[in-house]
Structure formats: structure tokens, C-alpha cells
């Protein structure tokens, strides 16, 4: 991802190579309710789900700790500067929290999830997309090299972990699935070498074997993880 310009979907990543993700569906399900009106897009950097979420008709408030970042997304919609550890908003603000790529950049994952659970209404979704350490690539590559696009990685989790964050703080995860290194190369590789955008069918087939095959060494995972509609303060109560 290029940090020096406002990112706008469709310019450095095609949207077709996009809607092959295994939570797209799920994504644009849940971003298409009529009852999610207001949504965070939490580490928004330079805008790319601000501008991706226009597809469905949704203007998302960008939030990262990155000013020079949220300078950039400011050209999609309403932008602050913060950290998502502490979020200066009031309780109960949000339909959607959405979080694509930033909590192993957070440092306190429990912390920043509190944040966020209490930030939803009640009955709104925390959407999760992240990288896990259940793949050995991942998990080693990260220790040789902590840091990712210039931003240190301060949090480390497998599947199994991130959904017990998410218990702790108070969610309950309603949807959960890992998908596999092979989605994280084709999203890096067609960048570089443009031919590799006309393998898609081929890489979506490959995804779907290995996803089967070694779910357990598997890189990503999304996540959708819901605060209880009777749960009003339960996250700062059990702070
Ligand atoms: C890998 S980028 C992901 C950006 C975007 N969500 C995406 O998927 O393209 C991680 C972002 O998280 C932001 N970040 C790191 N720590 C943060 C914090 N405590 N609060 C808010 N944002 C944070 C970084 O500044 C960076 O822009």
C-alpha cells in the first residue's frame, strides 16, 4: 500500500481481484443491512476501505494514529486522529466497527477491543479482518521481521486466541473463518506482476483446496463478532 496519496478502491487493486475474498459476501451483507447506518473504520491509513465501502452506498468515519495517513483518507468522508485504544467518542456511537489489518499493530488488543465494544450500540458488529499466526510463514517471518510497511507489529495472536479476546471483552463471535497464505501472496504478487491478475480463477480454486486441506496453518481470518443487545456498559463494568 502506497502511504503517500489518498488510496481510491479500483486504482491499485482491482475490484474483481477483491470480490474473490472469502468475506466479501459477508462483508457487503452486513455493510448493506439498512440498520448499519454509522461505521467506524478503525486504521483507516490513507482511506482504501473509506473509498471501498462507497460501493455500497455507506460513508465510513476513518480513525488511525497516523496523522500524516488520515490527512490523505480525509478526501473519503469524516476523518480523527486517535488511537483505537482510546477512543474519544461517546458509548454507543456505532452500527459497524470495521478493523481490516490493525490490531497486531495496536499493542493491547484487549484494551483497544474494549474500546471498541463499547463504542457500538448495543446489537452492533465488530467486522474483523486480520493476520494470524497459525501459519508457521507468518509466524517466523514476524519475528525475523517485526514490522510490516513500516508500521511495528506489537501484538501477536492465533485464530484461537483473537476469538478469546474477543470473549473476554465481551463479544460474541457469530461468524468465523480462516482462508490461506495463498489469498495474502495473490494479494501482494498481481501488483507487481499484472499478468498474475488472469490466474484468478486459478488461485481461487487452489485457495479453495488448501483452505480444506490446512485450515490450521492458515494466515487470515475474518471475523464477525457481535455486542449483546442487553450488554449496556458490560465492557467498562468488567474493566
Ligand atoms: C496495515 S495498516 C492497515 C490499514 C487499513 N485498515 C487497510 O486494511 O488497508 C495498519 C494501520 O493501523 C494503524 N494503527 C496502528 N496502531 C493504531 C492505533 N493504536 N490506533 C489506530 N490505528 C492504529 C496504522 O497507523 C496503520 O495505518
Not at 55 to 60: E, K, S
Request: with cysteine; charged share 20%.
Amino acid at each position: 500500500m502506497d502511504y503517500r496519496k489518498p488510496v481510491v478502491f479500483g486504482e491499485n487493486w482491482s475490484p474483481s481481484r477483491y470480490k474473490v475474498l472469502p468475506y466479501f459476501a459477508v462483508e457487503k451483507a452486513l455493510l448493506t443491512r439498512p440498520e448499519t447506518r454509522r461505521i467506524l473504520d478503525l486504521g483507516c491509513a490513507a482511506g482504501w476501505n473509506m473509498s471501498r465501502f462507497r460501493q455500497y452506498g455507506r460513508c465510513p468515519v476513518g480513525l488511525d494514529v497516523a496523522p500524516e495517513r488520515v490527512r490523505l483518507a480525509a478526501v473519503h468522508g469524516p476523518v480523527m486522529v486517535a488511537s483505537g485504544r482510546q477512543i474519544p467518542l461517546a458509548d454507543g456511537l456505532f452500527d459497524v466497527i470495521y478493523i481490516q489489518h490493525v490490531l497486531h499493530h495496536i499493542g493491547d488488543v484487549g484494551q483497544a477491543l474494549r474500546e471498541v465494544y463499547r463504542c457500538l450500540k448495543p446489537g452492533g458488529c465488530l467486522f474483523l479482518v486480520e493476520t494470524v499466526e497459525d501459519n508457521p510463514l507468518i509466524r517466523w517471518g514476524r519475528r525475523l521481521h517485526p514490522r510490516w510497511l513500516g508500521d511495528d507489529i506489537t501484538a501477536r495472536f492465533d485464530f484461537a486466541g483473537l476469538q478469546r479476546l474477543l470473549a473476554a471483552a465481551g463479544f460474541q463471535v457469530v461468524q468465523a473463518q480462516q482462508y490461506s497464505v495463498l489469498f495474502w501472496l495473490w494479494e501482494v504478487l498481481p501488483d507487481q506482476i499484472p499478468f498474475m491478475e488472469k490466474l484468478t480463477p486459478l488461485f481461487v480454486a487452489g485457495e479453495r483446496l488448501l483452505a480444506r486441506a490446512g485450515r490450521k496453518y492458515s494466515a487470515h481470518c475474518f471475523l464477525v463478532a457481535q455486542k449483546a443487545m442487553s450488554a449496556v456498559g458490560l465492557a467498562n463494568s468488567e474493566q
